[in-house]
C-alpha cells in the first residue's frame, strides 16, 4: 500500500505520527516551524490509511496500519536508523514500532499518547475545563465549528481557533469514516505495545494536564519501560498541547534531540 506523505529537509530521519481521524497537517503544523531552527533532520509525515489522502484499501486493524507504515519505513528510510515521533494513536502506533524495530529507532517523542489503557471507557482522564476563553470567539463560530473546537479547547482564542483550522480540522474533514468505523473495531496492535525489551533510548513523553481525552495518569504507568524518558505533564494545554503550548513543546524537543545526538555521536 502506498500512503500519501509530506517529506521536509534533508538528514536524519524523524517519522512523525498524527493522531485518530486527522492527517499529516497536525505534525507538519507545530513540527515544521519547530525544525525551521534545527537543521540536519529529514522530516517524513506520512496520512495513516483511512485518513487525509491515504486510501484505506481493505485494511481493517491497527495490524493494518502497522504493516502499511512498516512497508512506508522499508520504502522510503530502508534500513536507515531514525527518529520517531508520534500523538495521541499516533503514539501508540510509535510505541508498537518501537517493540518491532527497538535497534533502528533512535530516540522515541510521545506526544499526547494514549497511555496504558487503550479503550475509551478504561482511560483515566480529567473532566474537561476551559482556562482561557477569548470574549465573542464562540459566539462567532457555526454551532458545528464550536462543538468541534470546543469540544477539546482548554485555550480558545483567536491564535488557537486559527492553527486548529489550519492542522486539524482539514484532517477530520478528509477522514474516511466508514474505513475507520471498521477499522475502530479491530483496534489493538497484536504484538502490544512494551511487550519487548525495555527501551533504552532517548524517550520524550509530553501530556497535558487539561488532557480529557487520553489524561495524563495513564502514561505514568508506561514509564519502568523507557528509563530514559523525560516525562512533562504542561498545565494549560489539552489534547491540543501541540497548540496550546507550542512554545515549551518546543523547547522539550529540542532537548530530546540533543539527547538522541549524544548517543548517535
Request: aromatic share 8%.
Amino acid at each position: 500500500m502506498t500512503l500519501h506523505y509530506e517529506s521536509h529537509g534533508e538528514g536524519t530521519p524523524v517519522l512523525a505520527l498524527h493522531g485518530w481521524t486527522p492527517d499529516h497537517r497536525l505534525m507538519t503544523g507545530p513540527l515544521e516551524p519547530f525544525f525551521a531552527g534545527v537543521p540536519g533532520y529529514r522530516r517524513l509525515y506520512p496520512d495513516l490509511p483511512g485518513m487525509g489522502a491515504s486510501p484505506a484499501g481493505e485494511i481493517d486493524s491497527s495490524d493494518g496500519i502497522m504493516a502499511a507504515l512498516l512497508e512506508f519505513i522499508d520504502a522510503e528510510i530502508g534500513d536507515e536508523p531514525f527518529v520517531l515521533l508520534g500523538e495521541s494513536y499516533g503514539g501508540y502506533l510509535a510505541r508498537g514500532l518501537v517493540a518491532q524495530r527497538p535497534s533502528q529507532v533512535l530516540g522515541l517523542g510521545l506526544l499526547c499518547p494514549i497511555g496504558a489503557a487503550l479503550e475509551h471507557a478504561e482511560r483515566t482522564v480529567p473532566e474537561h475545563v476551559v482556562l482561557e476563553v477569548e470574549p465573542g470567539l464562540v459566539e462567532s463560530l457555526s454551532p458545528e465549528e464550536a462543538e468541534d473546537f470546543t469540544g477539546i479547547a482548554v485555550i480558545q482564542t483567536s491564535e488557537t481557533l486559527r492553527l486548529y483550522r489550519e492542522d486539524v480540522q482539514p484532517g477530520l474533514d478528509a477522514a474516511d469514516t466508514a474505513a475507520m468505523d471498521r477499522i475502530r473495531k479491530n483496534w489493538a496492535l497484536t504484538v502490544a505495545p512494551e511487550s519487548g525489551p525495555v527501551y533504552e533510548r532517548p524517550t520524550l513523553l509530553l501530556c497535558g494536564r487539561q488532557d480529557g481525552i487520553v489524561g495524563f495518569e495513564d502514561q505514568f504507568a508506561l514509564l519502568p519501560h523507557y528509563p530514559r524518558a523525560t516525562y512533562a505533564v504542561l498545565d494549560l494545554a489539552g489534547h491540543n498541547l501541540q497548540i496550546e503550548q507550542p512554545g515549551l513543546m518546543g523547547l522539550l524537543l529540542r532537548d530530546w534531540l540533543e539527547r538522541i545526538a549524544r548517543e548517535v555521536n
